[in-house]
Nanobody, 120 residues
Framework: QVQLVESGGGLVQAGGSLRLSCAASGIIFSINAMGWYRQAPGKQRELVATIASPGRTNYADSVKGRFTISRDNSKNTVYLQMNSLKPQDTAVYYC??????????????WGQGTQVTVSS
């Protein structure tokens, strides 16, 4: 019933920038929170940034000052602007949304993931 579609990943050099986007579609009453997570090879998936509503954000310490999360509620879309990228930012980035919809399918949804690779 609900799908999350991500885009914007790619290969960049250290110090470069990328912008990720994730759009939720389907029968959606509201979205409480959206966020970005990442998983590097051999490592546990970790939180990067979350946004409960415009102006209410949370970031991992490792990305503070470099990444910015934002959302467009009219489009059910969340963005992640990534600046000053470092090789250690290399990972698959996943979008997450806490979706309010029909009860049988209400809950958290995940995007398919998009690869971000930062070369040194």
């Amino acid at each position: 019933q609900v799908q999350l579609v991500e885009s914007g990943g790619g290969l960049v050099q250290a110090g470069g920038s990328l912008r990720l986007s994730c759009a939720a579609s389907g029968i959606i009453f509201s979205i409480n929170a959206m966020g970005w997570y990442r998983q590097a090879p051999g490592k546990q998936r970790e939180l990067v940034a979350t946004i409960a509503s415009p102006g209410r954000t949370n970031y991992a310490d490792s990305v503070k000052g470099r990444f910015t999360i934002s959302r467009d509620n009219s489009k059910n879309t969340v963005y992640l602007q990534m600046n000053s990228l470092k090789p250690q930012d290399t990972a698959v980035y996943y979008c997450n949304a806490d979706v309010r919809t029909h009860l049988p399918t209400q809950g958290e949804y995940w995007g398919q993931g998009t690869q971000v690779t930062v070369s040194s």
